[in-house]
Protein backbone atom coordinates (compact mmCIF):
# COMPACT_ATOMS: atom_id res chain seq x y z
CA UNK A 1 0.00 0.00 0.00
CA UNK A 2 0.69 3.70 -1.13
CA UNK A 3 2.81 5.01 2.60
CA UNK A 4 2.77 8.41 0.83
CA UNK A 5 -1.28 8.26 1.45
CA UNK A 6 -2.74 11.40 3.23
CA UNK A 7 -4.74 10.55 5.69
CA UNK A 8 -7.02 12.94 8.11
CA UNK A 9 -8.42 11.73 11.57
CA UNK A 10 -11.01 13.91 12.94
CA UNK A 11 -11.82 13.62 16.93
CA UNK A 12 -8.34 12.34 17.70
CA UNK A 13 -8.85 12.76 21.35
CA UNK A 14 -11.30 10.66 21.87
CA UNK A 15 -10.85 6.43 22.01
CA UNK A 16 -11.34 5.52 18.28
CA UNK A 17 -9.48 8.56 17.07
CA UNK A 18 -6.18 8.24 19.04
CA UNK A 19 -6.33 4.46 18.00
CA UNK A 20 -6.51 5.06 14.16
CA UNK A 21 -3.44 7.77 14.56
CA UNK A 22 -1.55 5.27 16.77
CA UNK A 23 -2.23 2.25 14.20
CA UNK A 24 -1.48 4.34 10.65
CA UNK A 25 1.84 5.25 11.90
CA UNK A 26 2.83 1.57 12.90
CA UNK A 27 2.01 1.05 9.68
CA UNK A 28 4.62 3.45 8.29
CA UNK A 29 2.11 6.28 7.11
CA UNK A 30 4.07 9.19 6.58
CA UNK A 31 1.44 11.76 6.24
CA UNK A 32 -1.37 11.42 9.45
CA UNK A 33 -3.01 14.53 10.83
CA UNK A 34 -5.26 13.77 13.82
CA UNK A 35 -7.55 16.88 14.48
CA UNK A 36 -9.50 17.22 17.50
CA UNK A 37 -12.66 20.37 18.17
CA UNK A 38 -9.84 23.04 18.47
CA UNK A 39 -8.09 22.32 14.85
CA UNK A 40 -11.43 22.06 13.53
CA UNK A 41 -15.09 23.25 14.20
CA UNK A 42 -16.64 20.18 12.10
CA UNK A 43 -20.27 22.47 12.48
CA UNK A 44 -19.12 25.09 9.94
CA UNK A 45 -18.99 24.48 6.35
CA UNK A 46 -16.90 26.96 5.26
CA UNK A 47 -14.66 25.62 7.73
CA UNK A 48 -14.69 22.33 6.80
CA UNK A 49 -14.10 22.71 3.41
CA UNK A 50 -11.23 25.41 3.32
CA UNK A 51 -9.25 22.77 6.14
CA UNK A 52 -10.38 19.69 3.68
CA UNK A 53 -8.70 21.29 0.48
CA UNK A 54 -5.81 23.28 1.98
CA UNK A 55 -4.80 19.51 3.44
CA UNK A 56 -6.13 17.75 1.02
CA UNK A 57 -6.44 14.15 1.88
CA UNK A 58 -6.54 10.96 0.31
CA UNK A 59 -8.25 9.66 3.45
CA UNK A 60 -10.80 10.70 6.29
CA UNK A 61 -11.60 9.34 9.50
CA UNK A 62 -14.43 11.26 10.23
CA UNK A 63 -14.73 9.88 14.60
CA UNK A 64 -16.40 13.07 16.14
CA UNK A 65 -19.21 13.20 17.41
CA UNK A 66 -21.67 13.81 19.76
CA UNK A 67 -21.63 10.86 22.10
CA UNK A 68 -23.45 12.16 25.06
CA UNK A 69 -26.81 10.31 24.80
CA UNK A 70 -28.33 11.86 27.44
CA UNK A 71 -27.90 15.06 26.85
CA UNK A 72 -28.49 14.93 23.46
CA UNK A 73 -32.07 14.69 24.05
CA UNK A 74 -32.13 18.84 25.62
CA UNK A 75 -29.86 19.65 22.79
CA UNK A 76 -31.14 18.41 19.35
CA UNK A 77 -29.78 20.98 17.58
CA UNK A 78 -26.25 21.26 18.63
CA UNK A 79 -26.62 17.69 18.16
CA UNK A 80 -27.87 17.08 14.80
CA UNK A 81 -24.62 20.25 13.82
CA UNK A 82 -22.77 17.51 14.85
CA UNK A 83 -23.82 14.30 14.05
CA UNK A 84 -25.84 14.69 10.62
CA UNK A 85 -24.51 18.09 9.03
CA UNK A 86 -20.52 17.68 10.54
CA UNK A 87 -20.28 14.18 8.48
CA UNK A 88 -22.19 16.07 5.45
CA UNK A 89 -19.95 18.62 5.20
CA UNK A 90 -16.83 16.49 5.57
CA UNK A 91 -18.54 14.26 2.73
CA UNK A 92 -18.88 16.91 0.44
CA UNK A 93 -15.61 18.65 1.02
CA UNK A 94 -14.14 14.62 0.46
CA UNK A 95 -15.55 14.11 -2.88
CA UNK A 96 -14.28 17.90 -3.68
CA UNK A 97 -10.49 16.37 -2.98
CA UNK A 98 -11.47 12.33 -3.88
CA UNK A 99 -11.35 11.35 -0.81
CA UNK A 100 -12.47 7.72 0.52
CA UNK A 101 -14.49 8.79 3.81
CA UNK A 102 -15.17 6.22 7.08
CA UNK A 103 -18.13 7.20 9.09
CA UNK A 104 -18.45 5.88 12.44
CA UNK A 105 -22.21 4.82 13.01
CA UNK A 106 -23.88 2.93 16.01
CA UNK A 107 -26.03 0.06 16.91
CA UNK A 108 -28.54 2.74 18.45
CA UNK A 109 -30.27 3.43 15.24
CA UNK A 110 -32.41 0.06 15.12
CA UNK A 111 -35.09 0.26 17.76
CA UNK A 112 -33.84 -2.61 19.75
CA UNK A 113 -36.50 -4.89 18.94
CA UNK A 114 -36.62 -8.75 18.73
CA UNK A 115 -33.21 -10.98 19.51
CA UNK A 116 -32.17 -11.59 16.26
CA UNK A 117 -28.47 -9.54 15.48
CA UNK A 118 -29.45 -6.43 13.06
CA UNK A 119 -28.10 -6.77 9.33
CA UNK A 120 -26.72 -3.80 7.68
CA UNK A 121 -30.01 -3.13 5.46
CA UNK A 122 -32.66 -3.52 8.37
CA UNK A 123 -35.18 -0.53 8.42
CA UNK A 124 -33.30 2.33 10.94
CA UNK A 125 -35.84 3.38 13.83
CA UNK A 126 -33.73 4.75 16.11
CA UNK A 127 -34.95 5.59 19.63
CA UNK A 128 -32.89 8.97 20.88
CA UNK A 129 -32.17 11.98 19.47
CA UNK A 130 -28.42 10.30 19.33
CA UNK A 131 -29.90 7.69 16.96
CA UNK A 132 -31.52 9.78 14.86
CA UNK A 133 -28.75 12.10 14.29
CA UNK A 134 -26.61 9.56 13.54
CA UNK A 135 -28.80 7.60 11.56
CA UNK A 136 -29.06 11.19 9.20
CA UNK A 137 -25.43 11.53 9.19
CA UNK A 138 -25.48 8.04 7.74
CA UNK A 139 -27.54 9.19 4.99
CA UNK A 140 -25.82 12.68 4.14
CA UNK A 141 -22.72 10.72 3.81
CA UNK A 142 -23.98 8.58 1.31
CA UNK A 143 -25.38 11.28 -0.63
CA UNK A 144 -22.68 13.49 -0.70
CA UNK A 145 -19.30 10.69 -1.31
CA UNK A 146 -19.76 7.24 -3.07
CA UNK A 147 -16.56 6.78 -1.75
CA UNK A 148 -17.64 5.91 2.04
CA UNK A 149 -17.46 3.07 4.62
CA UNK A 150 -19.72 3.30 7.18
CA UNK A 151 -19.28 1.19 10.14
CA UNK A 152 -21.63 0.81 12.92
CA UNK A 153 -20.09 -0.04 16.31
CA UNK A 154 -21.33 -0.74 20.01
CA UNK A 155 -19.96 -0.07 23.49
CA UNK A 156 -16.88 1.04 23.00
CA UNK A 157 -13.42 1.63 24.72
CA UNK A 158 -10.52 2.62 24.29
CA UNK A 159 -7.21 3.22 26.46
CA UNK A 160 -7.15 6.91 25.31
CA UNK A 161 -10.60 8.84 27.38
CA UNK A 162 -13.52 7.82 29.41
CA UNK A 163 -15.10 4.72 29.04
CA UNK A 164 -17.41 2.01 30.62
CA UNK A 165 -14.68 -0.11 31.94
CA UNK A 166 -12.54 2.84 33.20
CA UNK A 167 -15.86 3.39 34.99
CA UNK A 168 -16.80 0.57 36.55
CA UNK A 169 -13.19 0.40 37.99
CA UNK A 170 -13.49 3.29 39.44
CA UNK A 171 -16.58 2.80 41.60
CA UNK A 172 -14.88 -0.50 42.66
CA UNK A 173 -12.89 1.92 44.49
CA UNK A 174 -15.49 3.07 46.71
CA UNK A 175 -18.82 0.95 46.14
CA UNK A 176 -20.06 -2.54 47.66
CA UNK A 177 -22.78 -3.09 45.45
CA UNK A 178 -23.88 -1.71 41.96
CA UNK A 179 -27.26 -1.78 39.86
CA UNK A 180 -26.64 -3.15 36.89
CA UNK A 181 -28.56 -3.36 33.20
CA UNK A 182 -29.28 -6.94 32.73
CA UNK A 183 -31.71 -6.71 29.51
CA UNK A 184 -29.90 -4.71 26.85
CA UNK A 185 -27.59 -7.12 25.07
CA UNK A 186 -24.52 -6.40 22.37
CA UNK A 187 -21.00 -6.51 22.16
CA UNK A 188 -18.25 -4.80 23.60
CA UNK A 189 -15.93 -3.63 21.55
CA UNK A 190 -12.38 -2.34 22.03
CA UNK A 191 -11.17 0.70 19.55
CA UNK A 192 -7.52 -1.25 19.21
CA UNK A 193 -9.08 -3.51 17.01
CA UNK A 194 -11.62 -1.29 15.24
CA UNK A 195 -8.76 0.67 13.97
CA UNK A 196 -6.78 -2.19 12.97
CA UNK A 197 -9.50 -3.40 10.90
CA UNK A 198 -10.69 0.55 9.95
CA UNK A 199 -6.65 0.90 8.11
CA UNK A 200 -7.45 -2.86 6.47
CA UNK A 201 -10.45 -1.40 5.22
CA UNK A 202 -8.69 2.02 4.07
CA UNK A 203 -6.38 -0.23 1.54
CA UNK A 204 -9.38 -1.49 -0.15
CA UNK A 205 -12.27 0.22 -2.52
CA UNK A 206 -14.90 -2.03 -0.83
CA UNK A 207 -17.01 0.62 -0.10
CA UNK A 208 -20.57 0.53 1.60
CA UNK A 209 -22.19 -0.15 5.19
CA UNK A 210 -20.92 -2.65 7.96
CA UNK A 211 -21.41 -3.71 11.31
CA UNK A 212 -18.30 -3.99 12.90
CA UNK A 213 -17.64 -4.94 16.96
CA UNK A 214 -15.98 -7.75 18.62
CA UNK A 215 -17.07 -11.08 18.46
CA UNK A 216 -19.77 -12.23 20.72
CA UNK A 217 -23.11 -10.87 23.20
CA UNK A 218 -23.42 -10.00 26.63
CA UNK A 219 -25.40 -7.74 28.85
CA UNK A 220 -23.91 -4.61 30.49
CA UNK A 221 -24.54 -7.19 34.07
CA UNK A 222 -22.44 -9.55 32.77
CA UNK A 223 -19.86 -7.52 31.22
CA UNK A 224 -19.10 -5.72 34.70
CA UNK A 225 -18.85 -9.12 36.14
CA UNK A 226 -16.78 -9.98 33.74
CA UNK A 227 -14.56 -6.68 33.73
CA UNK A 228 -14.48 -7.27 37.75
CA UNK A 229 -13.38 -10.93 37.78
CA UNK A 230 -10.77 -9.74 34.97
CA UNK A 231 -9.30 -7.26 37.13
CA UNK A 232 -9.21 -9.51 40.25
CA UNK A 233 -12.13 -7.65 42.16
CA UNK A 234 -13.99 -8.94 45.29
CA UNK A 235 -15.55 -6.66 46.96
CA UNK A 236 -18.03 -5.38 44.76
CA UNK A 237 -21.88 -7.05 44.39
CA UNK A 238 -23.19 -6.22 40.77
CA UNK A 239 -26.84 -7.00 41.28
CA UNK A 240 -28.57 -7.36 37.88
CA UNK A 241 -31.85 -5.04 37.36
CA UNK A 242 -33.50 -4.24 34.22
CA UNK A 243 -34.08 -1.23 32.07
CA UNK A 244 -37.23 -0.44 33.35
CA UNK A 245 -36.50 -0.73 36.96
CA UNK A 246 -33.22 1.05 36.26
CA UNK A 247 -35.41 3.90 34.84
CA UNK A 248 -37.18 4.23 38.02
CA UNK A 249 -33.52 4.43 39.69
CA UNK A 250 -31.91 6.97 37.65
CA UNK A 251 -35.00 8.89 35.38
CA UNK A 252 -34.91 11.58 32.90
CA UNK A 253 -32.82 9.20 30.60
CA UNK A 254 -32.37 8.60 26.78
CA UNK A 255 -34.74 5.45 25.28
CA UNK A 256 -31.71 2.62 24.45
CA UNK A 257 -32.20 -0.41 22.65
CA UNK A 258 -32.37 -3.80 24.32
CA UNK A 259 -31.06 -5.78 21.41
CA UNK A 260 -27.76 -4.04 20.64
CA UNK A 261 -26.62 -7.79 18.41
CA UNK A 262 -25.58 -6.49 15.22
CA UNK A 263 -24.87 -8.73 12.36
CA UNK A 264 -21.44 -9.23 10.59
CA UNK A 265 -22.41 -11.07 7.39
CA UNK A 266 -21.18 -7.39 5.54
CA UNK A 267 -18.14 -8.24 6.63
CA UNK A 268 -17.70 -11.92 5.58
CA UNK A 269 -19.11 -10.84 2.30
CA UNK A 270 -16.17 -8.20 2.22
CA UNK A 271 -13.35 -10.86 3.52
CA UNK A 272 -12.61 -8.83 6.20
CA UNK A 273 -11.48 -10.51 9.13
CA UNK A 274 -14.11 -10.47 12.43
CA UNK A 275 -12.55 -9.21 15.76
CA UNK A 276 -11.43 -11.33 18.50
CA UNK A 277 -13.94 -11.65 21.39
CA UNK A 278 -15.25 -9.23 23.56
CA UNK A 279 -13.81 -11.10 26.33
CA UNK A 280 -10.18 -11.53 24.88
CA UNK A 281 -10.77 -7.73 23.98
CA UNK A 282 -11.47 -6.90 27.36
CA UNK A 283 -8.76 -9.20 29.39
CA UNK A 284 -5.97 -7.26 26.76
CA UNK A 285 -7.45 -3.28 27.43
CA UNK A 286 -7.51 -4.26 31.36
CA UNK A 287 -3.79 -5.48 31.10
CA UNK A 288 -2.90 -2.55 29.52
CA UNK A 289 -5.18 -0.06 31.49
CA UNK A 290 -3.75 -1.24 35.16
CA UNK A 291 -0.21 -1.85 34.03
Given at each position: ?86 P ?20 Y ?26 S?G ?29 T ?26 L ?78 K ?18
Amino acid sequence: MNKELRVLVTGYKGQLGYDCVRELKERGYKHVLGIDREELDITDEKAVHDFILEFKPDVIMHNAAWTAVDKAEENKEAVYAVNALGPKYIAKAAKEVNAKMFYISTDYVFNGKGEKPFEVDDPKEGLSVYAVTKSQGEEFVKEYNDKHFIIRTSWVFGINGNNYIKTMLKLAESKTELNIVCDQIGSPTYTYDLSKLMCDMMETEKYGTYHATNEGFTSWCDFTKYIYKVAGITSVNVKPVTTKEYQKLVPSQANRPLNSRLSKASLDKAGFKRLPTWENATERFIKEYLK
